[in-house]
């Protein structure tokens, strides 16, 4: 089969470049191996929440002072903010719902009461100015009989720092009662389940009405809306109080309703999404990747002009470690990262871990090189690149989002 | 907790290992009043840092006798009373083509004059008794080895202490050994909880503390000259094998392969290390490169099981009082009456021996006890079984059967892990039976009465006593939903995110020595959603 572009990989980088793509006219196959990163999207997408220790007020401000191989530094400060705008419009196009700008970052409560700084986040959740005023004064803390993924402890003291007085209440839903009966379903997606049916959201709105009569704001645990896209605006509608969503453990029910959305955009446009499927490898010629072969597809060889390699990092095994290495496990690309595994880790857990750092090595141009030298039609974007820790910086969906729209306009060009 | 601080308690008890543990039951059985104190949490030093093999002794046949017998005695008294301890699951000695099968005879020959049977077995028999065993083999003997779950046997013999009237004291640490003249009698205490020190007073106190003895024995101005040896280990995801694997040969580096529960494990290394160096028990690269190596050449199937943890854990070997060198060192049971040693009345140090030997260290240091205050009453622990391992008339299974109303995984795995105390484990509705831990099918019911009932004070001692986070994920999803829980329970939900974070850092001071293939991937997972997702960090929440 023969394609102009070829995606290694269906998470959001993937999924951005193809949509580029094939908004330019490019016919696009993305081969995924299954979930992603979105799937515990936390509803946000973070551009630089930390540089150097401290907390980022503006982004596009603050990536001056990152380090020259950082992905932002090598695709280049000037471009940035035309980009951080393009990924915006291309996200709204693709139908999801976003507030935010790249120039100021605001904040989002995360499920331990904390402020945490971002870039663009889901009209499901709420969005703060200020890090250190929260706009209510009693909270009433939602949550299911049974859940156990929905921490509203956690939630209160958070509040209580922020000066928030805040109940925690249970409600209890014949809806789930299957659910709950089986010891592991009564889990965020299942309940999401129900709601989507759209037969218990009267039910909980008007639970919810009585409960939190005099209570400034009702917080509940984000399980609206897996299929239904409509069903977290009808929630707001029915509850009568402000309605604040916070994440609940993953999988992420918005961050799924996200993944689904971004692919339908995909497939609208033309784009072939293969799903289920691992590339196994590739046949080079003259420094070029001319096809592919897939674990489903045998025989059928996948040809392109241009590939992407946006293959995630060491959880969605873009990258691989065994004990005496490190390696790029479709086509055996170079590694920006240390051979020996003592220097992997640090033996605090919440330091800044050497191996987060690490990723497939590329030239300027983002190309993948093998053996020092590079691919010529093979681009590399999203986590599966090194020179950053993403988790520390809060900037792990930027860097899918912007290097994929660069690999993107570098084959357009 | 009943804690009587004015009181004079017949004896104190120093260590929450299997000795003390073993010790402040005995003692209370024959009705002496009782205070057991422990630093952080039972069987946290090096009780639970072993293979939790049921030695048949086998492994001591040949180089020290003495050992050998007492472990075969031991080994059948623990199968009456830990039974829900315990899994009788045999072993095998295996001689391989590198071993030399002479050894083979001298060591039935061994066993025999030990008191432990032996039986030879062809090679190809012994491949289809235990398949994961290594296909090169030439020789095998099977003995009567078993797997044995350290956290589960300590915390059994704390609940029968405390049953019979015992008071425990956990995360209390021993600041000072209290003396007037020269009779010790009580300890000073550290409450890591309140941050205060507290005093208690006792006749004797008994220094029961392992390793950690040698600098107890200093506060109470005594030396006691030990010599600790390192051993780690390395825990796999599967249980590869179904039997106890030994290589037949002298005892030597990770020669034993262990399946326990959902796991097994292999070790150990031996290295002597310094005494400063005890409380940070680190595995290196090449502790775990030798693991693995030896490991697979027990089981071959280990080279691509995945690791879950590496662990160390230091072994209280003691030099006889005149070398000082430490060249002539026991492994055997030692046992101090410092009155005749130092000349100080009221102090007494059991150390030395084995996890296997618990039972008997406690005997012979509460005989000693009841010397000293002229009591009369014999050892009963070798024939009354501990709690959750008592006959009755309901077998097993109709007693969990009433805990739950899904005859699902929960049920098994409560029953498994607490006998016939899976009562307790109150039913209240269909919410009791939600799964909190998926990997080690824990329950909030399990949760909430390991909470109510078992001296659990943060998520690592609700780990010990349920299993929880100790499955494949290491704690990714569990951790929170019993964070959750625990919370509850807890006055400061803040304390709760703290408590989160060291329970994390904990899984990951075992992860990072074996952090490659799945494991780092989980790592980065964990990082995401809790730093990421969740905003958690490391302190001050």
Redesign the interface.
């Known amino acids: 089969m023969k394609f102009d572009n070829i995606i290694i990989g269906g998470g959001l980088s993937g999924l951005t470049c193809g949509i580029k793509l094939a908004e330019q006219g490019k016919k696009c196959a993305i081969v995924s191996s299954g979930q992603s990163a979105i799937h515990f999207f936390s509803g946000s997408f973070d551009l630089l929440g930390k540089a150097n220790g401290e907390e980022v007020t503006n982004p596009l401000e603050s990536m001056k002072s990152l380090p020259e191989n950082h992905p932002y530094k090598r695709v280049g400060l000037d471009k940035i903010e035309r980009l951080t705008n393009d990924a915006l419009h291309l996200l709204v196009r693709s139908g999801l719902n976003l507030n935010g700008q790249a120039d100021r970052n605001h904040y989002t409560l995360t499920p331990m009461g904390v402020m945490k700084p971002t870039w663009l986040t889901l009209s499901d959740f709420t969005s703060f100015d200020q890090k250190d005023s929260f706009p209510w004064k009693k909270a009433v803390i939602l949550n299911f009989s049974g859940f156990l993924d929905f921490h509203t402890l956690f939630i209160k003291d958070g509040l209580k720092k922020l000066d928030v007085q805040a109940q925690i209440k249970t409600v209890s839903m014949k809806q789930f009662e299957a659910i709950r009966k089986n010891p592991s379903e009564m889990r965020s997606t299942n309940i999401a389940k129900e709601f989507d049916k759209e037969n218990a959201i009267e039910e909980f709105a008007q639970k919810a009405n009585v409960l939190s009569d005099g209570f400034d704001v009702v917080i509940l645990p984000a399980v609206f809306g897996l299929f239904n896209k409509t069903i977290a605006d009808k929630l707001k509608e029915k509850i009568e109080k402000p309605v604040l969503l916070l994440p609940a453990i993953p999988p992420s029910v918005p961050g799924i309703r996200t993944q689904i959305t971004l692919r339908e955009r995909f497939q609208e446009l033309g784009g072939t999404y293969l799903l289920g499927d691992n590339v196994e490898e590739g046949v080079f010629e003259n420094g070029r990747l001319l096809e592919i072969r897939t674990n489903n597809h045998g025989d059928i060889k996948f040809e392109a002009d241009q590939f992407i390699l946006a293959s995630g990092s060491f959880y969605s095994k873009g990258i691989v470690a065994t004990h005496d290495k490190l390696y790029e496990p479709i086509f055996g690309l170079d590694i920006d990262g240390d051979s020996n595994r003592e220097k992997w880790f640090d033996e605090k857990i919440f330091n800044d871990q050497a191996f987060m750092h690490y990723g497939v090595k590329t030239d300027q141009k983002f190309r993948a090189l093998m053996n020092g030298e590079p691919v010529e039609n093979l681009y590399v974007a999203g986590s599966v690149l090194g020179g950053a820790n993403p988790l520390k910086e809060g900037s792990g969906a930027g860097i899918s989002l912007l290097t994929s729209l660069h690999a993107a306009e570098q084959i357009l060009k | 907790m009943n804690k009587n601080r004015s009181k004079e308690y017949d004896v104190i008890i120093i260590g929450g290992g299997a000795t003390g543990a073993g010790t402040a039951r005995d003692c209370a059985m024959r009705g002496l009043s009782v205070l057991l104190v422990e630093r952080h949490d039972f069987a946290t030093g090096a009780t639970g840092r072993n293979h939790g093999l049921l030695h048949s002794g086998a492994r001591y046949a040949v180089t020290d006798h003495e050992s050998a017998a007492e472990c075969i005695e031991e080994n059948m008294i623990l199968r009456k009373i830990a039974n829900h301890c315990i899994e009788e699951n045999n072993g095998l000695f295996l001689t391989l083509p590198e071993d030399d099968i002479a050894f083979q005879s001298q060591f039935v020959d061994a066993c025999t004059s030990a008191g432990i049977s032996t039986e030879i077995i062809d090679p190809k028999l012994a491949l289809r008794m235990e398949p994961s065993a290594n296909p090169d083999i030439i020789g095998a003997v099977k003995v009567p080895d078993g797997s044995v779950d350290p956290f589960r046997l300590t915390m059994s013999n704390a609940l029968d202490a405390k049953l019979k009237g015992a008071d425990i004291l956990t995360q209390h640490e021993v600041v000072d050994i209290l003396k007037d003249q020269d009779r010790v009698n009580g300890v000073e205490l550290f409450d890591h909880a309140k941050k205060e020190k507290v005093k208690y007073y006792g006749k004797i106190v008994c220094n029961a503390a392992g390793i950690w003895g040698h600098n107890i024995a200093r506060f109470a101005g005594v030396n006691i000259n030990m010599f600790p040896a390192k051993g780690s280990l390395l825990i796999f995801g599967h249980r590869v094998n179904k039997m106890v694997l030994n290589r037949c040969r002298k005892p030597a580096n990770a020669d034993i392969l262990v399946p326990g529960d959902t796991i097994c494990l292999i070790g150990t290394t031996s290295e002597r290390i310094p005494i400063e160096e005890i409380d940070n028990m680190?595995v290196s690269?090449d502790d775990?490169?030798v693991l693995?190596r030896e490991g697979v050449k027990l089981s071959p199937s280990l080279a691509t099981t995945r690791i879950l943890r590496a662990y160390a854990g230091v072994r209280p070997l003691v030099a006889a009082d005149d070398d000082p060198s430490g060249r002539s060192i026991s492994r055997g049971i030692v046992l101090m009456d410092h009155k005749e040693r130092d000349g100080l009345e009221g102090f007494i140090t059991i150390t030395g021996g084995k996890l296997m030997t618990y039972r008997l260290m406690a005997e012979e240091a509460t005989d000693l006890i009841c010397k000293k205050l002229d009591v009369d009453k014999k050892c009963e622990t070798a024939n009354i079984p501990l709690q959750g391992s008592e006959k009755s008339d309901e077998t097993l299974n109709n007693v969990s059967q009433k805990v739950y109303s899904?005859n699902?995984?929960?049920q098994k795995s409560a029953k498994d892990r607490h006998g016939s105390l899976a009562h307790k484990i109150a039913k209240g509705d269909?919410?009791e039976?939600?799964?909190?831990c998926?990997c080690e099918g824990v329950?909030?019911g399990e949760v909430k009465y390991a909470i109510n009932e078992l001296h659990v004070n943060n998520l690592i001692d609700l780990r010990r006593r349920t299993r929880v986070g100790m499955g494949t994920c290491q704690g990714e999803?569990c951790a929170?939903?019993a964070?959750?829980?625990l919370?509850?329970s807890m006055e400061e939900?803040?304390k709760?995110?703290d408590d989160l974070?060291n329970f994390?850092?904990e899984r990951?001071?075992g992860m990072?020595p074996?952090?490659?293939?799945e494991t780092?991937?989980?790592?980065?997972?964990t990082?995401?959603?809790y730093?990421?997702?969740?905003?958690?960090?490391?302190d001050n929440?």
């Open positions: 680190y690269k775990v490169d693995i899904v699902g995984i929960t269909e919410n039976d939600s799964m909190v998926e329950s909030i999803l929170c939903r964070a959750g829980l919370c509850e939900p803040g709760a995110k974070a994390l850092q990951w001071k990072s074996i952090a490659w293939g780092i991937n989980e790592i980065q997972f990082s995401w959603i730093e990421g997702i969740y905003g958690l960090k490391p929440n």
